[in-house]
């Protein structure tokens, strides 16, 4: 369900701490990121988060209507974080103002017999709840998808198929943009290096030419590795040995990549990358994962393999300089096998981002 920012939302303000320059920040304003996984809100308790330097609160109404407002009380500016849900109403903690889930302030405790103000409104933004996450745009005017591709929200199938389970842990805290930490999800050079803890093949390290596809959303790419799981990373959703994945990445711009790695006998793992732009240099990483076998094992065990990996790419994507994602593609060093992040550096160019892409 999607939930349109209130009428009397004024068109953003750049948030007071803005790291990023102003037309880079306009531009990202202008798409859905994750904020939260669904159950997330499900406690019953606000959950707050920045997003784009901008500094949000979202909870779910008893309608299971999912609100999302700027984590200010517009009284004396506290952080409604601060305070706490009732029902459907937000309190804040320092003079008790209440706001409806339409975000406007349905009590003023010291003033009991007045009429509450019709202006006294939170700040809600545009949200959607799909894929068991709630998505949010900054801006009143989201990018359309006809203007330029990836305005939209990704399209995975997988998450509305009951023959799927979706897992997921706390989304990570990268010093990072999002930019170098989707290009490493979509890297597939160095899967035999940092990750010969886990699956890579130290013995296979070339990379065949493969095909990059232009999509309606992005690009996909399908790609073959041999793989291998040491003997320490073996669990009992890893084979152990050497075995053949395919690999098809659809990425949807600018930020969200789902890869499928279906072993060709029905059994089908997809992991879900989508990094959210926090502030210039730190990103909050939702990555889960939803498979359509193996339902015994237990969830923890898949995600702990997930994290095994996960942390073998952090130190260096953490480590790269400079920190931006160069679109300018003389800055850096491209060799064959690199064509699906020149591709997607390509693509950032042309939806409108900097020339240093900051998120
Ligand atoms: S600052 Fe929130 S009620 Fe006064
Ligand atoms: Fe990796």
Same mark, same amino acid.
């Given at each position: 369900?999607?939930?349109?920012? &209130?009428?009397?939302?004024?068109?953003?303000?750049?948030?007071?701490?803005?790291?990023?320059?102003?037309?880079?920040?306009?531009?990202?304003?202008?798409?859905?990121?994750?904020?939260?996984?669904?159950?997330?809100?499900?406690?019953?308790?606000?959950?707050?988060?920045?997003?784009?330097?901008?500094?949000?609160? &979202?909870?779910?109404?008893?309608?299971?209507?999912?609100?999302?407002?700027?984590?200010?009380?517009?009284?004396?500016?506290?952080?409604?974080?601060?305070?706490?849900?009732?029902?459907?109403?937000?309190?804040?903690?320092?003079?008790?103002?209440?706001?409806?889930?339409?975000?406007?302030?349905?009590?003023?405790?010291?003033?009991?017999?007045?009429?509450?103000?019709?202006?006294?409104?939170?700040?809600?933004?545009?949200?959607?709840?799909?894929?068991?996450?709630?998505?949010?745009?900054?801006?009143?005017?989201?990018?359309?998808?006809?203007?330029?591709?990836?305005?939209?929200?990704?399209?995975?199938?997988?998450?509305?198929?009951?023959?799927?389970?979706?897992?997921?842990?706390?989304?990570?805290?990268?010093?990072?943009?999002?930019?170098?930490?989707?290009?490493?999800?979509?890297?597939?050079?160095?899967?035999?290096?940092?990750?010969?803890?886990?699956?890579?093949?130290?013995?296979?390290?070339?990379?065949?030419?493969?095909?990059?596809?232009?999509?309606?959303?992005?690009?996909?790419?399908?790609?073959?590795?041999?793989?291998?799981?040491?003997?320490?990373?073996?669990?009992?959703?890893? &084979?152990?040995?050497?075995?053949?994945?395919?690999?098809?990445?659809?990425?949807?711009?600018?930020?969200?990549?789902?890869?499928?790695?279906?072993?060709?006998?029905?059994?089908?793992?997809?992991?879900?990358?989508?990094?959210?732009?926090?502030?210039?240099?730190?990103?909050?990483?939702?990555?889960?994962?939803?498979?359509?076998?193996?339902?015994?094992?237990?969830?923890?065990?898949?995600? &702990?393999?997930?994290?095994?990996?996960?942390?073998?790419?952090?130190?260096?994507?953490?480590?790269?300089?400079?920190?931006?994602?160069?679109?300018?593609?003389?800055?850096?060093?491209?060799?064959?096998?690199?064509?699906?992040?020149?591709?997607?550096?390509?693509?950032?160019?042309?939806?409108?981002?900097?020339?240093?892409?900051?998120?």
């Amino acid at each position: 369900m999607s939930h349109p920012p &209130a009428p009397s939302a004024p068109s953003p303000a750049l948030p007071r701490a803005c790291s990023f320059p102003e037309t880079e920040w306009r531009a990202l304003a202008r798409h859905w990121y994750p904020f939260a996984y669904s159950d997330e809100l499900d406690a019953g308790k606000p959950v707050a988060r920045t997003l784009l330097d901008e500094p949000l609160i &979202a909870y779910r109404s008893s309608a299971r209507r999912v609100v999302v407002a700027r984590d200010l009380c517009i009284h004396r500016g506290v952080p409604l974080h601060l305070g706490w849900q009732e029902g459907d109403e937000l309190v804040c903690a320092y003079h008790g103002f209440r706001y409806g889930a339409d975000g406007r302030c349905t009590a003023i405790p010291a003033q009991p017999d007045l009429p509450v103000p019709k202006k006294l409104c939170l700040s809600t933004v545009a949200s959607i709840e799909r894929h068991g996450l709630v998505w949010v745009c900054l801006a009143p005017d989201p990018a359309s998808p006809s203007a330029a591709p990836g305005a939209s929200l990704p399209d995975w199938p997988e998450l509305a198929d009951p023959a799927y389970r979706m897992m997921h842990a706390e989304p990570q805290d990268w010093e990072c943009t999002p930019g170098r930490q989707l290009e490493n999800f979509i890297d597939v050079a160095h899967f035999s290096w940092i990750h010969a803890g886990t699956f890579g093949n130290r013995e296979r390290p070339e990379v065949p030419p493969y095909e990059v596809q232009r999509t309606a959303g992005g690009f996909r790419v399908d790609y073959r590795y041999l793989a291998s799981n040491p003997e320490s990373a073996k669990t009992a959703s890893t &084979a152990g040995g050497v075995i053949q994945r395919r690999m098809i990445y659809d990425l949807h711009l600018p930020l969200a990549c789902r890869l499928v790695i279906d072993y060709g006998d029905g059994r089908r793992h997809c992991v879900f990358d989508a990094p959210t732009p926090v502030s210039r240099r730190k990103t909050r990483v939702f990555h889960f994962v939803a498979r359509n076998f193996d339902p015994h094992i237990p969830a923890e065990e898949v995600l &702990a393999f997930e994290r095994k990996v996960l942390a073998e790419d952090k130190p260096i994507v953490e480590s790269q300089r400079p920190e931006d994602l160069p679109l300018d593609l003389s800055e850096e060093f491209h060799i064959r096998c690199d064509r699906f992040s020149a591709a997607y550096r390509d693509a950032l160019r042309e939806l409108g981002f900097g020339r240093d892409f900051s998120a």
